[in-house]
């Protein structure tokens, strides 16, 4: 095998809890909506809201690709629906935007990137809409690859290797590391690189390991993986 020469992250669920982040956006998007959109809060909630996205994804799959764009999609048609200004609704946008980046990350993530720097070269890899500018975590990573630009999502191998490709080292040559069994662990499996399971304690929601996926780690935090890859021969 070849050494290890790059970590690549999943980031919501990851380096944050992501359910509280969108529960807390979702509501003070809908009392941004009361204040300035009344028609439309009178019409909806936030529930049907959601149920919207659901069906709305459901028959048009490119939206799991871009989920700000589903809900911009969503709202806007509730706009135009209760009679409000859809002008609004890159306001609205704008509101739970910058309430979906306002994350807590766990307590490991800040400590552990600082370190893994020196050794390695990191990047991320999301089918989420995470903006790491607005929370402060760019400057750890060298690249970062967000579903909705690339035109691919998690678990397809195109998305991993132009990660690779970016950063020019082979597949083998790096680690992936994320909370979900297929689309993190089994998706980078596939794509030749290591995958590394990070499993929290407390975290919702709570996910079981497949008894067909074999991670290369199982690491209940980041500082975990920190020894594992010393520990690893490889990662020099």
């Known amino acids: 095998m070849l050494p290890i020469k790059a970590i690549l992250f999943d980031l919501d669920d990851t380096l944050w809890p992501i359910v509280p982040v969108i529960v807390r956006a979702e509501t003070i998007l809908f009392d941004w909506l009361r204040a300035h959109a009344p028609r439309v809060a009178q019409q909806v909630s936030i529930e049907s809201l959601r149920a919207r996205r659901v069906a709305l994804m459901a028959s048009e799959p490119r939206y799991a690709l871009d989920l700000s764009l589903l809900r911009h999609t969503t709202l806007t048609e509730v706009f135009i629906s209760s009679g409000e200004d859809s002008a609004k609704v890159d306001h609205a946008m704008a509101v739970f935007t910058r309430a979906r980046n306002a994350v807590e990350l766990f307590d490991d993530v800040q400590p552990a990137l600082v370190r893994l720097t020196r050794q390695f070269t990191l990047g991320s890899i999301s089918n989420g809409a995470a903006d790491l500018e607005a929370i402060g975590l760019a400057h750890h ?67 079981a390991l497949p008894a067909h996926v074999v991670p290369d780690a199982i690491c209940a935090n980041l500082f975990e993986l920190e020894r594992w890859l010393i520990s690893e021969p490889l990662a020099k």
Do not use: M
């Open 141 to 207: 990573f060298q690249i970062s690859v967000a579903a909705h630009r690339f035109g691919r999502a998690k678990p397809d191998p195109s998305i991993f290797h132009s990660a690779c490709d970016a950063l020019g080292i082979r597949p083998a040559q790096a680690v992936y590391v994320g909370d979900d069994p297929l689309l993190d662990v089994e998706g980078a499996q596939k794509a030749g690189l290591r995958g590394v399971w990070i499993n929290r304690a407390g975290t919702e929601p709570q996910r």
